[in-house]
């Protein structure tokens, strides 16, 4: 299956003296969604918890070969989701997600 979505990566900007925040950058990228794995884990939890490892691999350009450990999310199915972990295999990098991410976006 084809993908087509944003890329969020981290960059750590000094905000004040000693003080460092995670200004997250967007970029559109397009791939294939390599593999397609649902989990519901209900072990101990009324409402059971969504994951996937899902993974993704897109063409890689200069901007994400030099960031691509800086990756903290990328839009799948309307949702953004957290990487797990990434593989670079150029001239693509193969991304992992796994659960529904809830930190900082791009503005």
Known sequence: MRYSGKI???ESVETAPGVWEDVITERDYIGD?????????????ILPEYRTTTSVSVLSDGV?????????YLSYLGELWTVTSAINKWP???????EVYNGPTAN
Request: hydrophobic share 35%.
């Open 8 to 10: 969020g990566y981290a």
């Open 33 to 45: 969604v390599i593999q397609s794995t649902e989990t519901l884990a209900t072990a101990s939890s």
């Open 64 to 72: 994400l070969k030099q960031n691509y450990s800086d990756v903290r």
């Open 92 to 98: 693509r990098i193969e991304f992992y997600i796994g």
